[in-house]
T-cell receptor
Framework: GAGVSQTPSNKVTEKGKYVELRCDPISGHTALYWYRQSLGQGPEFLIY????????DSGLPNDRFFAVRPEGSVSTLKIQRTERGDSAVYLC???????????FGPGTRLLVL | AQKVTQAQTEISVVEKEDVTLDCVYETRDTTYYLFWYKQPPSGELVFLIR??????QNEISGRYSWNFQKSTSSFNFTITASQVVDSAVYFC????????????FGTGTRLQVTL
């Protein structure tokens, strides 16, 4: 079946702009996760959803970052007033339920100029 | 706090050689899960294995094998008879009851297999 999909695959924006990154999980997966991967590093946790609610948002770096999952399926990660330091690959993963194996999407490569 | 250490930044081998990727973890929990993911040049993380802390049996899947040793907090990954297609960055990761579902990743080991 279809895996996790993320759009756009690449996003270039200017410092100070607002961006939205979208994640479409595997059908039937109730848990959804966002990670951020900087060059040469492992992914770092940002937030995860169980259903529609954010179960843990402790990884969000500051209040410029926000994520929603209004219908318990697609999720959007929103970044306000982007900074050059936000440049990274943003990865989304989903799992059948909490503590189950996470399957990752291809990521969105964000470049803030 | 949980931590995953992959001390080998980069390994280069010639095709058909065996190679072992090391992973050492830290956690205060007695119940936890360990994972290996592969990230080929295309960038997508590919799940390889999940192991829970109560199962210390070694696992073999084709050319891949995993050695889990609780006594040394290690979960090492061996590729037998490596192939060029094995070239990728490999990540070890941990989740425990303290972190619920979120994964803590190591910094990865880049494996380069040449002809």
């Amino acid at each position: 079946g279809a895996g996790v999909s993320q759009t756009p695959s690449n996003k270039v924006t200017e410092k100070g702009k607002y961006v939205e990154l979208r994640c479409d999980p595997i059908s039937g997966h109730t848990a959804l996760y966002w990670y951020r991967q900087s060059l040469g590093q492992g992914p770092e946790f940002l937030i995860y959803f169980q259903g529609t609610g954010a179960a843990d948002d402790s990884g969000l770096p500051n209040d410029r970052f926000f994520a929603v999952r209004p219908e318990g399926s697609v999720s959007t990660l929103k970044i306000q007033r982007t900074e050059r330091g936000d440049s990274a690959v943003y990865l989304c993963a989903s799992s059948l339920s909490e503590q189950e194996t996470q399957y990752f999407g291809p990521g969105t490569r964000l470049l803030v100029l | 706090a949980q931590k995953v250490t992959q001390a080998q930044t980069e390994i280069s081998v010639v095709e058909k050689e065996d190679v072992t990727l090391d992973c050492v973890y830290e956690t205060r929990d007695t119940t936890y899960y360990l994972f290996w993911y592969k990230q080929p040049p295309s960038g997508e993380l590919v799940f390889l294995i999940r192991r829970n802390s109560f199962d210390e049996q070694n696992e073999i899947s084709g050319r891949y094998s995993w050695n889990f040793q609780k006594s040394t907090s290690s979960f090492n990954f061996t590729i037998t008879a490596s192939q060029v297609v094995d070239s990728a960055v490999y990540f070890c990761a941990l989740s425990d009851t303290g972190t619920a579902s979120k994964l803590t990743f190591g910094t990865g080991t880049r494996l380069q297999v040449t002809l």
